[in-house]
């Protein structure tokens, strides 16, 4: 390939502000010299100046830039405004509107959305809030229609405010979603590092995925390759933080691969979503090479997967829906799932040694569409229904309408079931115990009891032997079943032995006792 490129689609509304052509207060008055201030160059964010407004208290105030025609805001994306108050414990809560971002058809006509307070943005400084217009607003200025040409800010400073400087301030407006990564190679591969310290230039300050204190703070979709130019990302050891993007679509936050020629290779990276209203998500698109491993995902919405992805190692921790999409999943944990089930699967013969824990409702798994044979190859449940029935909290859905639906416990524990209509046959093979002595077990009576009552009473025999041919003994059992072990052997005390059968098939090493009164 060649050297990793980092680019976006967010377009300029404003970037530069030089002077104060195209703006117009929202309500005046106050104190302060100048009502508005550009260029502003003691504080921009981006560029080399932002526009600034004088100081006000007791009232609502801001300021809007007519853009000289309207904007069209794709479906999905949204606008993206830089917004900054010198005094953050004087403006109002998040819910009185200290800080609202401002779209609309005229000066008069706004549409309002409350993106910060004085109990959400107790710190001040810059911060970069997207706002999808198709949302509902909080508030209306007038009577805005469908057209999206005036663009501002204003703050809601309900009490004693500010008496001295240019305290409020917006830098660049833009709109878009989409932070794109190309190309990578042998010793400069596509990074998260290379990512943000593209983002972060002064130049650009998109606002996209910025890098804070112990790893990175990302909004909106982070394409890995695009359908035209494939990606080698490679990292590891990165925390990222999904903003809590409240004005936006549900599907603004996520993660998606492109071009099938694309590799993403992500090595204990941990992505914790911030907010509800978009948890982010993780979708490969075309069919990449993906490699997941020791990752955790925390509070995120569905993952989609296709065959060419390997994932080990991995946490879900309260997630939506995992697709399984052919891939191959081992050693990994589904824990308390959000969603109707925790993982769809296609192909359950690709998932191994993994762990659901059911968060009280929802299904394990979902899959086993046909009649035949399946098998689950050490596969651990726990907090699901504890028998059959159709409560949605079963571990396995089973969706087969018709047929015979045999599945094979091989390892782990056993599932409860829904079923979809199919006859559903839980079937668990019995694991094989070698009981292993410090001497030789040839002429031994071996006894192996079912521990169906109390001792001393002995259950139901389930294997035994009046004389042992061999120097071992081997048997079989149900996993998890508890039974006694009983050896006789001439010139040797008579041994017993509480057991539970293991998971796998195992060796039972025993000690036996020279009698000395024989």
């Given amino acids: 390939m060649a050297v990793p490129s980092y680019t976006t689609n967010l377009t300029n509304i404003i970037a530069d502000m030089p002077n104060t052509t195209g703006w117009t207060l929202i309500s005046t008055g106050g104190g302060g010299a100048n009502a508005l201030q550009a260029p502003e160059s003691d504080y921009f964010i981006q560029g080399s100046s932002c526009i600034s407004r004088n100081p006000f208290s007791s009232s609502i105030r801001g300021m809007v830039y007519n853009f000289g025609s309207g904007v069209t805001i794709t479906s999905g994306e949204a606008i993206f405004y830089w917004v900054w108050a010198g005094v953050p414990n004087a403006i109002g809560t998040e819910a009185a509107g200290g800080i609202q971002c401002l779209v609309g058809s005229g000066t008069g006509a706004l549409k309002a959305f409350y993106v910060r307070g ?173 490699l997941k491993s020791g990752c955790v995902f925390t509070d995120m919405d569905y993952f989609t997967y296709q065959s060419n ?67 689950l190859d050490n596969i651990n449940f726990t907090g699901y229904a504890s028998s059959d029935g159709s409560t949605g909290n079963e571990a396995i859905y089973v969706t087969a309408t018709t047929g015979v639906v045999d599945i094979n416990i091989n390892g782990g524990n056993s599932p409860s079931v829904r079923t979809a209509g199919a006859t559903v046959n839980i079937i668990i093979p019995d694991v094989a115990i070698t009981i292993v002595a410090n001497v030789s077990l040839v002429g031994a009576e071996v006894r192996i009891y079912d521990l169906d009552s109390t001792l001393p009473f002995k259950g139901t025999e389930l294997s035994g032997v009046e004389s042992n041919p061999s120097s071992n003994y081997v048997f079989s059992d149900v996993d998890g079943n508890e039974i006694w072990v009983q050896i006789m052997l001439s010139g040797y005390e008579e041994f017993g032995l509480r057991y539970t059968i293991p998971a796998v098939n195992s060796t039972l090493n025993v000690t036996l006792s020279v009698d000395v009164n024989a």
């Avoid at 004005?247 to 099938?260: I, L, P, Q, R, T």
């Avoid at 948890?279 to 490969?284: A, D, L, P, Q």
């Fill in 309 to 375: 992805t390997t994932i080990t190692n991995t946490i879900w921790r309260r997630c939506g829906i995992v697709t399984q999409g052919s891939s191959t999943i081992s050693n990994s944990v589904f824990d308390r799932a959000t969603g109707t089930t925790a993982l769809i699967s296609n192909a359950v013969s690709g998932i191994s040694d993994c762990e659901f824990i059911s968060s009280g409702t929802g299904h394990a798994i979902q899959g086993f569409s046909t009649a035949g044979t399946y098998t």
């Fill in 118 to 290: 004085s109990d959400t943005y107790q710190y001040g400084g810059w911060v970069c809030v997207p706002i999808d217009p198709a949302e509902t607003e909080d508030t209306n200025i007038g009577s805005p229609t469908a057209t999206r040409q005036f663009f501002g800010v204003r703050w809601n400073v309900p009490s004693s405010g500010p008496s001295r400087g240019n305290p409020f301030a917006i830098d660049a407006i833009r709109h878009g979603r989409k932070l794109e990564i190309i190309n990578g190679e042998v010793g400069n591969y596509a990074t998260f590092i290379g990512a943000a310290t593209q983002n972060d230039t002064t130049s650009n300050r998109w606002g996209l995925f910025q890098a804070i204190d112990g790893g990175y703070l990302h909004q909106g979709l982070f394409s890995f390759g695009t359908s035209a130019t494939a990606v080698d990302f490679r990292d590891a050891n990165k925390n990222i933080s999904i903003a809590n993007t409240k004005k936006v679509s549900s599907g603004f936050n996520g993660y998606e691969v492109y071009n099938a020629s694309s590799n993403v290779e992500l090595n204990n990276i941990q992505i914790s979503a911030l907010g509800t209203k978009s948890k982010g998500y993780f979708n490969v698109i075309n069919n990449a090479t993906v």
